[in-house]
């Protein structure tokens, strides 16, 4: 094993959107030393730039993990494409692009179960101050159909806004996106590249990290594969920023997580922690789509010869129009029923339709409407399969395994049909094709949730942060340490204890800036 000469005072694993951060923030001060991992590539991908590319980012091996979910039974019993970024930028550079804070009740939620600093009020000015890294844009081209949904939603009750992100997102408003002048700004660009010129900082890219390595009850170092077996040594903290899939895989990896689970497969149990690889959730969007007439959307325009040689052009002229689009354009948020104390579900609005990403459009003009429950109760886990590193860990979601998802996805797909219907879109002539209007009883829409449902790729909760010291299924304390060791923290989307109510993307870039602040680097 190559063992590098020089010890790093923090070593990160992971420059998604989390560690890009991490990375700029520790390394800041210059007499301190950081090492960055990142198990995939360069982030010089054609496709990444443009922000209609993640049409040909997703599913793609050399931007994507490429991971697969365990069959869901309420699913249709199918396994479903689960995206992870595999470049700089992780998630950020192949992902939607929306900009979304959560609303004020997901933090206070997470402030009442012990977590110190977490509430609304507190985290708001690190919202304000990682903004200040990034391009937010309005988006740059306009669709006759979405502008006419806005208006029905309005009709059913929702009303417009001109943004999203002040604490209450009840309304139906255009998307905010992570652009700069109508291209992808991700968190290599705002966080990574702008520093890549410090001598305290190094990056290595191809290198997968195989285990942490504890000596005592303290984090000394990683080791991971780069050209060969290789380890690295923390004077201070090893900090796990590899996401809501990677970081609970390299703790299981490093023997911190279910006991019996690790024991049956050889893996020697440093620490017993039932909670590394739990919790896990996600959004899942049920995807219900409409043809329609008598206007333009993305389906004709992408079929076309013509039309793909407007858009590029376009593109090329004045970086407008549909090339610049995220998948979703416009979205809302509302109560699937009056006992809801807030906005619970969220639609992502799409001017196109197509059977899966990475499949081709319709050939006919249509609109998609998806529709999510925000604060779903169904829970799976992610748990390694082998000791190898480079196994896919089982990644199972068990989407809709509860009777209040399921009641949730009927009231939302019920509540999408009465937009549809509203008089805004009638000169359009919506015609329902999935699931179609046969489709009527709860039992059927519920199955059919479960046909037309998958992922927005928002994976979170595996190593979840808890601030009760009863808490045994609580991976990290509220200062993100993880519990029962020292020099070990995770930060990224794993450490949320109960999903925002949104894109996940900012409060991703939130929990970095608040790690960084704990490590005494958060200017």
Request: glycine fraction near 10%.
């Amino acid at each position: 094993m190559t063992v590098l000469p020089q010890q790093y005072d923090y070593l990160i694993v992971g420059a998604g959107s989390a560690g890009c951060l991490l990375a700029n923030r520790l390394s800041a001060n210059p007499d301190t030393t950081v090492l960055l991992l990142e198990a995939g590539g360069q982030d010089d991908y054609f496709w990444i730039r443009i922000p209609v590319g993640y049409l040909y980012t997703i599913a793609n091996p050399r931007t994507d993990w490429c991971y697969k979910t365990e069959p869901d039974e309420h699913l249709a019993n199918r396994s479903i494409h689960y995206a992870r970024g595999k470049v700089l930028g992780g998630c950020s550079s192949i992902n939607a692009m929306i900009h979304m804070r959560g609303q004020k009740e997901d933090w206070d939620h997470w402030a009442s179960l012990g977590n110190r600093g977490w509430s609304w009020d507190q985290v708001l000015p690190v919202f304000r101050r990682v903004e200040q890294d990034l391009f937010i844009e309005d988006p740059r081209v306009r669709w006759e159909v979405i502008d006419a949904w806005r208006e029905a939603a309005a009709e059913c009750g929702i009303p417009p806004l001109r943004e999203f992100n002040h604490g209450d997102n009840f309304g139906c408003a255009y998307f905010q996106m992570s652009q700069k002048r109508g291209r992808r700004w991700s968190a290599a660009d705002a966080f990574l590249k702008p520093v890549l010129h410090r001598p305290n900082l190094k990056v290595l890219t191809g290198a997968l990290v195989t285990r942490v390595r504890i000596e005592g009850a303290r984090a000394a170092g990683v080791e991971f594969r780069a050209g060969g077996e290789q380890y690295a040594a923390a004077k201070r903290e090893v900090v796990l920023a590899a996401g809501a899939i990677g970081s609970p895989q390299i703790l299981q990896l490093s023997g911190i997580g279910p006991g019996a689970h690790l024991q049956g497969l050889g893996i020697p149990v440093v620490q017993d922690s039932p909670g590394v690889g739990g919790n896990l959730h996600d959004h899942l969007q049920i995807r219900m789509q409409y043809k329609v007439r008598n206007v333009r959307t993305l389906n004709e325009m992408a079929n076309s010869l013509l039309g793909k040689a407007a858009m590029g052009l376009e593109y090329l002229l004045f970086r407008t129009g549909p090339l610049t689009m995220p998948p979703s354009q416009a979205g809302a948020f509302a109560r699937s029923d009056p006992s809801q104390p807030t906005a619970n579900i969220e639609w992502h609005v799409q001017p196109l339709s197509l059977d899966k990403f990475g499949d081709p459009l319709h050939p006919f003009p249509a609109i998609t409407p998806s529709v999510c429950n925000l604060r779903p109760t169904s829970r799976g886990h992610v748990r390694i399969k082998s000791p190898d590193p480079a196994a896919h860990p089982e990644v199972r979601l068990n989407y809709l395994s509860t009777p209040e998802d399921r009641r949730v996805a009927v009231d939302g797909m019920r509540f999408t049909r009465r937009i549809m219907a509203a008089k805004a879109l009638a000169r359009f002539q919506p015609e329902e094709f999935r699931p179609g209007p046969a489709i009527q009883s709860d039992r059927e829409l519920a199955r059919a949730a479960g046909e037309l449902g998958t992922t927005i790729f928002h994976p979170v909760g595996t190593c979840r942060m808890g601030g009760l010291g009863d808490d045994a299924h609580a991976v990290v304390d509220d200062r993100l340490r993880v519990r029962g060791l020292s020099g070990l923290r995770v930060m990224d989307a794993s450490v949320m204890p109960r999903i925002t109510s949104g894109n996940t993307n900012a409060p991703t870039y939130v929990i970095a800036q608040m790690g960084a602040g704990f490590l005494g680097a958060g200017d």
